[in-house]
């Protein structure tokens, strides 16, 4: 994504299209919009009821997982082939982030619609000075924490939701119940270094950390990127670490052999352990994570200036995401909304999760959703912390601390030199 930002940088310097998009659809006529999705958001229904309800639309779906970016970043450079609508993961955005290729749906009205939205969703589809809306959020990725509560009784501590949550409400009293869990049950607390502690610290620790307001990397002059970086290697030191990077082969099997005592989760990944641990139904539960929450996941919608449906376009993407098409998707796809005006539906209210001791997984991520806070969608920090996950391993192997931090700062730096 580094080598495809810059791709997208020059490409913006070279070129700009100066074509205004109106639609020529002809006061009513039949209008085909192309759409570039990706696998996983779940609309194909309401895109079919979109266009049972408006027959003269057709929107022509081009799922691309693999060279998505990579086609949406070639066509916005060459000046033609882009769709009527794109997609972007909440990660990529500031990488797409130029007004000469987007449309600007404050033109549109969209910011009428801004107060159905969380703020920290919201944001990250504007402009730093609110003025440009790039997109439209989707679904949001609230994080919780995920636990085995057979692990937490191994150790003599109590298990319930409401105990766990306030047992690890801050990143301190993680670490100590760590070295409960460690001594009694003889399991580590946390996944490992990078997943289990260092993202979520970094998303937790302000909108501007990885970078500045003005953009100057500001990982060795903001404390609390070297903060998070000294508690990862603290939990690892201490033996409270699985060394099983979320997604890898062993975390999957740690699943299910109960290898951690804790997860830190969004609700798209509860299906993912479920998959993973069919053996540990009821043995999961979920409680609220330390220092609040931090959101992993999400999207938006973007409509390239190039399109010449531009109208029909934003008319459709404004439906889809609107409070009451992502409390339908909630139902019926699990998709977590990013309008909270819905979380007090029935439809959270009554959510139990069966797999996860009928947590109430509604509520609980209603809740944790409102205690997100800001991260920078200006600069591209996510490719900072992907080096991160390559170093921190490292860290988890035994490699001294803070020589993995040196030789990350070095390769930081190096890459934006490039």
């Known amino acids: 994504m580094a080598a495809a930002g810059m791709a997208l940088l020059i490409g913006l310097t070279a070129c700009s299209s100066k074509d205004s998009g109106s639609s020529d659809s002809g006061g009513g006529g039949n209008v085909t919009l192309t759409f570039w999705s990706i696998n996983g958001p779940g609309l194909d229904d309401l895109i079919k009821k979109y266009q049972n309800d408006h027959p003269n639309i057709k929107i022509d779906v081009q799922v691309d997982d693999k060279n998505r970016n990579e086609n949406l970043i070639t066509a916005l450079s060459a000046g033609s082939g882009v769709p009527d609508i794109a997609i972007t993961a909440v990660d990529d955005i500031p990488l797409l982030k130029n007004e000469d290729y987007w449309v600007n749906l404050k033109d549109f009205g969209a910011d009428k ?71 009694k049950a003889n399991k580590p607390i946390a996944t490992d270094a990078y997943f289990g502690a260092f993202l979520p610290l970094i998303q937790q620790a302000g909108e501007y950390t990885i970078y500045d307001k003005d953009g100057n990397l500001s990982i060795e002059t903001n404390p609390a990127v070297k903060k998070a970086w000294d508690f990862a290697a603290k939990l690892s030191s201490a033996g409270l670490t699985a060394k099983q990077p979320d997604f890898s082969a062993d975390w999957n099997v740690g699943l299910d052999k109960g290898d951690f005592a804790t997860l830190f989760a969004p609700p798209w990944m509860l299906g993912i352990v479920r998959d993973n641990a069919p053996s540990a139904s009821g043995q999961w539960d979920i409680a609220m994570m330390p220092g609040g929450s931090a959101n992993w996941g999400g999207s938006f919608l973007l409509i ?9 376009a934003y008319d459709f993407i404004s439906w889809v995401l609107a409070p009451a098409q992502q409390l339908e998707l909630y139902k019926t796809n699990g998709n977590f909304p990013s309008t909270p005006s819905v979380y007090s539906d029935d439809a959270f209210k009554t959510k139990k999760d069966a797999f996860y001791s009928d947590a109430p997984v509604g509520e609980i991520f209603a809740k944790a959703a409102e205690q997100v806070q800001p991260i920078d969608s200006i600069h591209n920090w996510a490719s900072v912390t992907t080096t991160a996950s390559n170093y921190l391993p490292k860290v988890d192997a035994g490699e001294d601390p803070e020589k993995t931090w040196a030789d990350f700062v070095k390769e930081v730096k190096a890459n934006l030199s490039k």
């Open 113 to 183: 619609m801004g107060g159905d939205f969380l703020e920290t969703r919201w944001k990250q589809g504007t402009s730093a000075d609110g003025s440009f809306i790039y997109g439209i959020p989707t679904d949001s990725g609230p994080m919780a924490m995920a636990y085995r509560k057979d692990i937490f009784e191994a150790a003599g501590l109590a298990s319930d939701r409401e105990s766990v949550s306030k047992m690890v409400a801050t990143w301190d009293d993680y670490y100590n119940t760590g070295l409960i869990i460690k001594e």
């Open 304 to 312: 390239p200036k190039q399109s010449k449906h531009q109208k029909e």
